[in-house]
């Protein structure tokens, strides 16, 4: 019940695509859903966070999209850029504070 | 200092030797986290601090590993009897206080035991 499924394990965009990451968990007690962006020898860092009073978030050309009833949580990044070549990880976090990692996904974005 | 310090950042050992990690949080954070990072996988958690309490410990493979944070700020991971499934990158991470807060990680120690 504490695991964040995620998917897919790569993708690969062209520049100028839009990339769909997607994420699902099953542990009711999760309100706070942040995806994070590492780049080789990098700790992880934060991009875009969401809690589930709402159903989408947007910063820039990086959204969240938030399905509260399905359990399901994706980010959409508009406009790829080879520059946004990266893994990115979901999270959740609830009552507990401890961050659950999904298995992460890993971009490329080809000119 | 800027942001989360993690030294060192790469560690050899031999099988069965004693290692300590540091981390240096950013100043004023209270939350401090620790966790593990195998290749190709997520972070996995390890320990969170609150203070100087280990507030939950629950991701702590056994009892070779213990971390500390006497005064609040720097931590500690110990691993006793090191073995090679040890290998992993360790990261740091810290936050201004806790509850879904921004967690900020360290570039992590990578911790290859031979």
């Known amino acids: 019940q504490q695991q964040v499924k995620q998917s897919p394990q790569s993708l690969i965009v062209q520049k100028g695509g839009i990339s769909i990451i997607n994420c699902a968990y099953e542990n009711t007690a999760f309100d706070y859903f942040p995806w994070y962006q590492q780049f080789p020898g990098k700790g992880p860092a934060l991009l875009i966070a969401?809690?589930?009073?709402?159903s989408e978030k947007k910063e820039g050309r990086f959204t969240i999209s938030f399905n509260k009833s399905a359990k399901q949580f994706s980010l959409h990044i508009m406009d790829s850029q080879p520059g946004d070549s990266a893994t990115y990880f979901c999270?959740?976090?609830?009552?507990?504070?401890?961050?659950?990692f999904g298995t992460g996904t890993r971009l490329q974005v080809f000119p | 200092g800027a942001g989360v310090s993690q030294t060192p950042s790469n560690k050899v050992t031999e099988k069965g030797k004693y290692v300590e990690l540091r981390c240096d949080p950013i100043s004023g954070h209270t939350a401090l986290y620790w966790y593990r990072q195998s290749l190709g996988q997520g972070p996995e958690f390890l320990i969170y601090f609150q203070g100087t309490g280990a507030a939950d410990d629950s991701g702590l493979p056994n009892d070779r590993f213990f971390a500390v944070r006497p005064e609040g700020s720097v931590s500690t991971l110990k691993i006793q009897r090191t073995e090679r499934g040890d290998s992993a990158v360790y990261l740091c991470a810290s936050s201004l206080t806790a509850f879904g807060q921004e967690a900020f990680f360290g570039q992590g120690t990578r911790l290859t035991v031979v």
């Open positions: 969401i809690r589930p009073d709402v």
């Open positions: 999270a959740a976090s609830g009552d507990t504070d401890k961050l659950i």
